[in-house]
C-alpha cells in the first residue's frame, strides 16, 4: 500500500534559520505529492504541490522538489519565521495507482523563536 | 460557504453516549472525506462520500461510527457507545470532483472530541 513517513519533530529553530523537514514515500503507481501545514487551532491548508518528478512545488518562501529516485519531497525554507509555527504535513494522492484517498504522513511540528 | 464549517468546534461527552458531528463542505463540492487525527498520530482516514454516496467504508475503526450525506451537502459523522479511544480531533475536508486531484482539498477546522 502507500504509504508517507515523516522526520518525526518537533522541530525548534531560531528565527532566520534554515529549515528542512525530510519526507519519504512509498506508492503503487505514480503519485502527485504535497505539503500542507496546520496553524494552531485551524484546519489543513495546502502549501504546495508537484505532480510529476522534478517539479518543484514553491509557496511563501516554502520548496520541494519531487524526487522520483530517491521517493523524497523535502520540505525547505531559507529563513524561518516566528509565524512559521505550524505542524507541516506530507501527503500523496495516487490515483494511477488506484488509490483515491489522499495519504497523510504523522505530521512534524515546528517551533521557530524569535 | 467560503470554506468548510464543522460543528461544533469542541465536544465533552461521557463515556456510552452518542455524539454527532456535522460538516458542511463548500458549495458545490461534490466530494467530502472525513479524517480522524489523534494525538501524536497521522491523519487517519474515515470514509468518503461521491454526492450522497460513500462506496467505501472500510476505514471506520468500528460498527459504532457511521456517516450519512444528504442533498450532495451537509455530512454528519455519529459515533455511537463513545469510548476513551474516540478522543481525538475529528476533521473534514471537501473538494470540486472526486478524486481531488491536485491538491484541490480543503479542510475544515475540525470538532475536537474529548469521552470523559
Same mark, same amino acid.
Given at each position: 500500500g502507500?504509504?508517507?513517513?515523516?522526520?518525526?519533530?518537533?522541530?525548534?529553530?531560531?528565527?532566520?534559520?534554515?529549515?528542512?523537514?525530510?519526507?519519504?514515500?512509498?506508492?503503487?503507481?505514480?503519485?502527485?505529492?504535497?505539503?500542507?501545514?496546520? $496553524?494552531?487551532? !485551524?484546519?489543513?491548508?495546502?502549501? +504546495?504541490?508537484a505532480?510529476?518528478?522534478?517539479?518543484?512545488g #514553491?509557496?511563501?518562501? @516554502?520548496?520541494?522538489? $519531487?524526487?522520483? !529516485?530517491?521517493?523524497?519531497?523535502? +520540505?525547505?525554507?531559507?529563513?524561518?519565521?516566528?509565524?512559521? #509555527?505550524?505542524?507541516? @504535513?506530507?501527503?500523496?494522492?495516487?490515483?494511477?495507482?488506484?488509490?483515491?484517498?489522499?495519504?497523510?504522513?504523522?505530521?512534524?511540528?515546528?517551533?521557530?523563536?524569535? | 460557504?467560503?470554506?468548510?464549517?464543522?460543528?461544533?468546534?469542541?465536544?465533552?461527552?461521557?463515556?456510552?453516549?452518542?455524539?454527532?458531528?456535522?460538516?458542511?463542505?463548500?458549495?458545490?463540492?461534490?466530494?467530502?472525506?472525513?479524517?480522524?487525527?489523534?494525538?501524536?498520530?497521522?491523519?487517519?482516514?474515515?470514509?468518503?462520500?461521491?454526492?450522497?454516496?460513500?462506496?467505501?467504508?472500510?476505514?471506520?475503526?468500528?460498527?459504532?461510527?457511521?456517516?450519512e450525506?444528504?442533498?450532495?451537502?451537509?455530512?454528519?459523522?455519529?459515533?455511537?457507545?463513545?469510548?476513551?479511544?474516540?478522543?481525538?480531533?475529528?476533521?473534514?475536508?471537501?473538494?470540486?470532483?472526486?478524486?481531488?486531484?491536485?491538491?484541490?482539498y480543503?479542510?475544515?477546522?475540525?470538532?475536537?472530541l474529548?469521552?470523559?
Open positions: 502507500n504509504s508517507v513517513t515523516q522526520m518525526e519533530g518537533p522541530v525548534t529553530l531560531s528565527e532566520e534559520a534554515f529549515l528542512t523537514i525530510n519526507c519519504t514515500y512509498t506508492a503503487t503507481g505514480y503519485p502527485s505529492l504535497f505539503w500542507y501545514v496546520q $496553524y494552531p487551532g !485551524e484546519g489543513l491548508q495546502l502549501l +504546495l504541490k505532480t510529476k518528478a522534478d517539479d518543484k #514553491s509557496n511563501k518562501g @516554502f520548496e520541494a522538489t $519531487y524526487r522520483k !529516485e530517491t521517493t523524497s519531497f523535502h +520540505l525547505e525554507k531559507g529563513s524561518v519565521q516566528v509565524s512559521d #509555527s505550524a505542524v507541516y @504535513f506530507c501527503a500523496l494522492s495516487d490515483v494511477s495507482g488506484g488509490s483515491y484517498i489522499p495519504t497523510f504522513g504523522r505530521g512534524t511540528s515546528l517551533i521557530v523563536h524569535p | 460557504g467560503a470554506g468548510v464549517s464543522q460543528s461544533p468546534s469542541n465536544k465533552v461527552t461521557e463515556k456510552g453516549k452518542d455524539v454527532e458531528l456535522r460538516c458542511d463542505p463548500i458549495s458545490g463540492h461534490t466530494a467530502l472525506y472525513w479524517y480522524r487525527q489523534s494525538l501524536g498520530q497521522g491523519l487517519e482516514f474515515l470514509i468518503y462520500f461521491q454526492g450522497n454516496s460513500a462506496p467505501d467504508k472500510s476505514g471506520l475503526p468500528s460498527d459504532r461510527f457511521s456517516a450525506r444528504t442533498g450532495g451537502s451537509v455530512s454528519t459523522l455519529t459515533i455511537q457507545r463513545t469510548q476513551q479511544e474516540d478522543s481525538a480531533v475529528y476533521l473534514c475536508a471537501s473538494s470540486f470532483n472526486f478524486p481531488g486531484q491536485g491538491g484541490g480543503t479542510f475544515g477546522s475540525g470538532t475536537r474529548t469521552v470523559v
